[in-house]
């Protein structure tokens, strides 16, 4: 539980104007690994690299919280809302 940092591996619209190694909220400790790799969109790094987000058409999954990453997470529900 906490902040951590966000490392891009593919472009996402929910990360537009984001910028890189931004911090996050994290709120436990599970995390999903994709049977596809290309849809990992971020990963992050707590002991061992993790898929943080994927991204695939118009589905994005993120394992942080952007409702509680401050002004980062606003800028994400702000893209999300352009998304739709």
């Not at 990963?43 to 898929?51: A, P, Q, W």
């Not at 994927?54 to 994400?76: D, Y």
Request: with cysteine; aromatic share 14%.
């Amino acid at each position: 539980m906490g902040w951590n940092q966000i490392g891009f591996e593919a472009p996402s619209p929910l990360f537009k104007g984001i910028r890189e190694a931004s911090d996050v909220y994290f709120v436990h400790s599970f995390y999903v690994k994709p049977d596809d790799p290309s849809v990992v969109s971020t990963v992050t790094n707590y002991g061992i690299d993790f898929c943080s987000s994927i991204t695939r058409g118009n589905l994005v999954a993120t394992q942080f919280h952007p409702e509680k990453s401050q002004e980062t997470g606003l800028h994400m529900l702000r893209n999300f809302g352009e998304m739709s």
